[in-house]
């Protein structure tokens, strides 16, 4: 980022580092491409391809290397039965792409295809996706890649987890724990993790399983969930320490009912 770029309210950032070296990073609740209404139903297909496009300026603006999604739709009948990864990865301009659907209605079936995804400028090695299925009602889960940066592998996971009940959070972070195999790569987890770290210890339990870092955990100004009060926060970057923060995020533009988070990362 140049020095006379405006820096977001919601940004902090450390000296410059030298170009090349930096890897800029974000996650963003897509809402079924819904942006900012309640519901998706009924709405028609030009509402949700309006959305995905601003989301595509924003991305265009920003220019993260690596995104991590939740909610992001296949081909959903609820959603204007179109590929929103696809159609949001043409308008921004995205090399790679890797998509899971978690859903699971009695069979799997196209017409309600959305899970979590990863674009990306880097190719993606060793992708796969996870459903975690630990609760009858479970439709959430997470998807895993690899790419190369500056000389080293990285395993980056794009997750999501329950909104509703603290104790299928931890579920699914202790299904996360047994399923990752990272061999001692380092690791970007991000995601809606639908908890903030005074609610629930489900968040802590990922970062102490993982030796993770997060940017300023106790802040109570970092707030990405502001469509019921209190707002609230739930979406987080959490590396590996051999990874250090040059800059955090909270991008104010309401492209959805989350706002995204982005972070610069570099090695230490």
């Not at 900012?36 to 959305?51: C, D, H, T, Y």
């Not at 309600?112 to 996870?130: C, D, N, Q, V």
Request: glycine share 6%.
């Amino acid at each position: 980022m140049k020095p006379e770029e405006p820096i977001h309210p919601l940004q902090a950032r450390s000296s410059e580092q030298t170009p090349g070296t930096v890897l800029r990073v974000a996650t963003l609740n897509l809402a079924h491409g819904r942006g900012l209404a309640r519901i998706r139903l009924g709405k028609p297909r030009s509402v949700f391809k309006r959305n995905l496009d601003s989301i595509a300026k924003v991305l265009h603006r920003e220019k993260p290397d690596v995104l991590a999604l939740q909610e992001a739709d296949g081909i959903n009948a609820l959603s204007g039965a179109f590929d929103h990864l696809f159609h949001l990865k043409t308008a921004a301009e995205y090399d790679h792409h890797m998509h899971g659907s978690h859903v699971k209605v009695g069979i799997r079936i196209p017409a309600l295809h959305h899970g979590t995804a990863i674009l990306s400028r880097y190719e993606l090695f060793e992708s796969r996706s996870h459903a975690f299925r630990v609760d009858p009602t479970d439709t959430k889960g997470y998807v895993c890649a690899e790419i190369g940066f500056a000389g080293r592998r990285v395993l980056v996971v794009s997750v999501h987890l329950d909104f509703k009940f603290a104790r299928l959070r931890r579920r699914q972070v202790r299904s996360i724990c047994k399923t990752i195999e990272h061999a001692g790569k380092p690791l970007i987890i991000m995601g809606d993790l639908n908890c903030d770290w005074h609610q629930d210890d489900a968040i802590r339990l990922l970062v102490n399983q993982f030796n993770l870092d997060a940017w300023q955990p106790d802040s109570r100004e970092l707030m990405t969930y502001r469509s019921n009060r209190p707002h609230r926060r739930i979406d987080w970057i959490l590396i590996s320490r051999e990874m250090t923060f040059i800059s955090h995020t909270v991008w104010p533009d309401h492209l959805s009912d989350h706002l995204a988070v982005a972070a610069e990362l570099h090695w230490k």
